[in-house]
């Protein structure tokens, strides 16, 4: 039996990095899994993944930017599985800027997603969760939520309103037996590292010199995976942390130590 058999979770923006290996272990651990992304061929294939790990896996296309698609996610959910437990709200963008320099389509599309999203999700799931008597919603912060992120005003901006929107609904819905809480990874690996200006460069950095310069101001002096966060959303998930809520997990390799 795994930590999260007879469960179904929802797992926002699986279609690569965190959401991904998040769907994969939850999979791995017995729960049937609805993931979901914008690009439905890589969706399909985390869906076959999902799957071959012996779990029941559905793929469903949509922007969470849209209500009608979250609407429609939800109710995939309950019409392929009858209930839902947990829910993952993990995609989100990163958007780089600082107040100048952000413009209003940028600083609107960071909040529809990294914020709004959120919780109109967390709006729709609530009263399934109510039905079935418990539930787990797990938000994806950043440590960037509990301290400042130079040149990145709309990202940190955003995911701060998560951190205080998870505890906020935690204290809601504690006397419900629904669990609200937020991991929160620092640097983790994932393509978009690889892309023009997250190091202030102006063209692609290769993994040689990304890795470097992690080493530069990270205290562990790499980035962490996308599979070690998936371990942390997976602790904040399961009945490890039956008497956890409200709280932001930081996963950042010490980053918000120094």
């Known amino acids: 039996m795994g930590k999260l058999s007879g469960k179904v979770a929802i797992v926002t923006g699986a279609t690569s990095g965190i959401g991904r290996a998040t769907a994969l272990l939850f999979a791995e651990e017995g729960a049937d899994v609805v993931l979901t992304g914008r690009r439905a061929e890589l969706g399909k294939t985390v869906e076959a993944e999902c799957r071959r790990r012996d779990g029941r896996a559905l793929f469903v296309q949509a922007d969470h930017t849209c209500s009608e698609d979250c609407a429609r996610v939800v109710e995939s959910a309950l019409q392929a599985f009858g209930q839902i437990n947990i829910?993952?709200?993990?995609?989100?963008?990163?958007?780089?800027?600082?107040?100048?320099?952000?413009?209003?389509?940028?600083?609107?599309?960071?909040?529809?997603?990294?914020?709004?999203?959120?919780?109109?999700?967390?709006?729709?799931?609530?009263?399934?969760?109510?039905?079935?008597?418990?539930?787990?919603?797990?938000?994806?912060?950043?440590?960037?939520?509990?301290?400042?992120?130079?040149?990145?005003?709309?990202?940190?901006?955003?995911?701060?309103a998560v951190a205080l929107m998870t505890k906020s609904m935690a204290l809601d819905h504690a006397a419900e037996n629904i669990r609200v809480n937020a991991v929160c990874p620092?640097?983790?690996?994932?393509?978009?590292?690889?892309?023009?200006?997250?190091?202030?460069?102006?063209?692609?950095?290769?993994?040689?010199?990304?890795?470097?310069?992690?080493?530069?101001?990270?205290?562990?002096?790499?980035?962490?995976?996308?599979?070690?966060?998936?371990?942390?959303?997976?602790?904040?998930?399961?009945?490890?942390?039956?008497?956890?809520?409200?709280?932001?997990?930081?996963v950042d390799g010490g980053n918000t130590a120094q």
């Open 87 to 160: 829910l993952f709200n993990n995609a989100g963008i990163v958007t780089k800027g600082t107040a100048e320099s952000t413009s209003e389509e940028d600083w609107a599309q960071t909040m529809a997603l990294n914020v709004t999203a959120v919780w109109r999700m967390c709006k729709l799931v609530i009263p399934e969760m109510r039905k079935v008597g418990k539930g787990v919603i797990v938000n994806n912060a950043s440590d960037w939520a509990v301290v400042g992120g130079k040149g990145a005003l709309p990202y940190a901006t955003s995911k701060g």
């Open 186 to 250: 620092g640097d983790t690996f994932v393509d978009r590292w690889l892309e023009r200006g997250y190091f202030e460069h102006s063209s692609p950095v290769t993994l040689e010199e990304a890795l470097k310069e992690a080493a530069a101001y990270l205290p562990m002096q790499r980035f962490g995976l996308p599979e070690e966060i998936a371990r942390a959303v997976l602790f904040l998930a399961s009945d490890d942390s039956s008497f956890v809520t409200g709280h932001l997990l930081l």
